[in-house]
């Protein structure tokens, strides 16, 4: 029986993570956010207060930790049994996950915890290189981008409503620096894969962008 899928892949800011659970609350399908994935292994790796450049290191604590998600409406996360969800949206968190991220062995050791969410009735997989890499089969490939200025402005407003101070330069020059280390690095860099369907949501609303995908899949 083939489980379908379909990846939405982009940087960061995109609206991947909205634009992919309206898309799987409506098809009844699975969710993976395999951003999550790489956050979790981040805020297990800075609570150790674990040296970034030891790849060794890194790599152990992905292996050891144990991930268990609850994908309700609002997405929980608990690490070793600690609730996680908090800290998994943080600025902070996104940088260190970008930096993890890099190291080759990292994601080798994640692949089977992504591959694992493939279940029926399908699957809506959201990230970097899920149709690249981790779901190359999948029939359905989205590849949703924005401009970076209107991708920080997003997250400047994000912040802004959750009453988090924020500062629109400071997160326009991360938001930078984030998608040219995830379209630099070596190991299944950001890339759109040849048979994704592009689309830059810079001026379309999210109704609009949900709805080009929702096309895609009938
Ligand atoms: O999608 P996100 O912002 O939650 O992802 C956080 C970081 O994790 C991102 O900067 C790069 C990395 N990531 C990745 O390398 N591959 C994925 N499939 C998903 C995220």
New binding site residues.
């Given amino acids: 029986m083939v489980i379908p899928v379909l990846t939405i ?1 982009g940087p ?2 995109a609206g ?2 909205t634009v992919s659970r309206a898309v799987a609350k409506k098809l009844g399908w699975n969710y993976l ?7 979790s292994l981040a805020v297990a790796a800075l609570k150790q207060q674990a040296d970034f450049g030891n790849e060794a290191l890194i790599v152990n604590i992905a292996k050891a930790m144990v991930l268990e998600f609850d994908c309700g409406d609002e997405l929980v996360v608990r690490l070793d049994g600690v609730d996680i969800t908090g800290q ?1 949206g943080l600025e902070s968190t ?2 260190a ?2 930096i993890v ?2 190291l080759p062995e990292v ?1 080798q050791v994640l692949l089977q915890k ?1 591959k694992d969410f493939k279940k029926l009735p399908g699957l809506v997989a ?5 149709g690249t890499v ?1 779901f190359p089969e999948a029939k359905n490939k989205v590849f949703l981008t924005a401009s970076a200025v209107e991708r920080a402005q997003r997250r400047y407003k994000q912040l802004i409503e959750k009453g988090i101070d924020a500062n629109l330069i400071q997160i326009t020059t991360e938001i930078s620096e ?1 998608d040219r ?2 379209m630099e ?1 070596k190991t ?1 860099p ?1 890339a759109i894969a040849d048979d994704a369907l592009y689309i830059d949501s810079s001026d379309m609303t999210l109704a609009a962008v949900i709805e080009e995908v929702l096309n895609l899949i009938h």
């Fill in positions: 892949d960061s800011g991947k993570g956010d395999s951003g999550s994935i790489y956050r998994l996104g940088n996950a970008s991220a890099a994601r992504q959201d990230g970097r290189d899920m981790v984030r280390r995830d690095r299944a950001l």
